[in-house]
């Protein structure tokens, strides 16, 4: 049962490590969208149609993905502190990460395989 446990620890240390990572460089190209946008929104003109929609695109999408990167990051550092808070929130985050294939998806599918797992649950209810 320890050696299991200890197995468990390892899986929660690098789920929570490639969380982080992945989410921080998520957070540094939605940081990088919105510079890239303003090109296309100073190439429309006069155009205030266009104007409007790139700028909700720019704003919106820069918006969600910092949020969920920083949810991910804030997450990833509760989990190597074993807070239960944070599996719940990398769980939620896992799943849409998902949706991006298919790195997303493998890291999404592994990171709730993880935290799912009962032994995994106890080290949460624990706190380590």
Not at 51 to 65: D, H, K, Q
Request: net charge positive.
């Amino acid at each position: 049962m320890i050696e299991k446990n200890r197995s468990m620890r390892n899986h929660v240390t690098l789920v929570a490590s490639l969380r982080i990572a992945l989410s921080g460089l998520w957070a540094i190209a939605f940081t990088g969208f919105w510079f890239i946008m303003a090109i296309p929104l100073a190439e429309v003109g006069h155009e205030p149609l266009a104007e409007m929609v790139l700028t909700i695109i720019r704003n919106w999408g820069t918006a969600v993905g910092l949020l969920f990167s920083i949810l991910g990051v804030v997450g990833g550092i509760g989990l190597l502190f074993y807070k239960s808070w944070a599996r719940v929130v990398v769980i939620v985050v896992s799943a849409l990460a998902c949706l991006n294939i298919p790195i997303g998806t493998l890291l999404g599918v592994y990171s709730i395989w993880v935290l799912l797992q009962r032994e995994t649950v106890d080290l949460f209810r624990k706190g380590a």
